[in-house]
């Protein structure tokens, strides 16, 4: 099982940054791929981004594409979100995820999860 803390939300303006981490208290970190997801209020929980063992492939959900970046670095055990140019849209509960060998856009498929951190984009 993977323990998984996320961190870095907050309260931001329309069209700034943010930058979310996740560490991951696991021996061989290198062996997961990691996934962020959000969960707005009232909405179901999407898929946002994902990235592969090594880092070598990534994968955005239509919404973040070009705004989004997601980035592993496998010695600190941590994944990252770099989220610019928000918009209210984005304000959700942002949770990252991990399983060894995923679909790696469905959330059902990723045995841990973290606890969330919110991010809320004021307009």
């Known amino acids: 099982q993977v323990q998984l803390v996320e961190s870095g939300g907050g309260l931001v303006q329309a069209g700034g940054s943010l930058r979310l981490s996740c560490a991951a208290s696991?021996?061989?970190?290198?062996?997961?791929?990691m996934g962020w997801f959000r969960q707005a209020p009232g909405k179901e929980r999407e898929f946002v981004a994902a990235?592969?063992?090594?880092?070598?492939?990534?994968y955005y959900a239509d919404s973040g594409k070009c705004r989004f970046t997601i980035s592993r670095d496998n010695a600190k055990n941590t994944v990252y979100l770099q989220m610019n140019s928000l918009e209210p849209e984005d304000t959700a509960v942002y949770y990252c995820a991990a399983d060894e060998v995923p679909n790696y856009d469905t959330d059902y498929e990723y045995d841990d999860w973290g606890q969330g951190t919110q991010v809320t984009v004021s307009s």
């Open positions: 696991v021996r061989t970190f290198s062996s997961y791929v």
């Open positions: 990235i592969t063992w090594s880092g070598g492939s990534t």
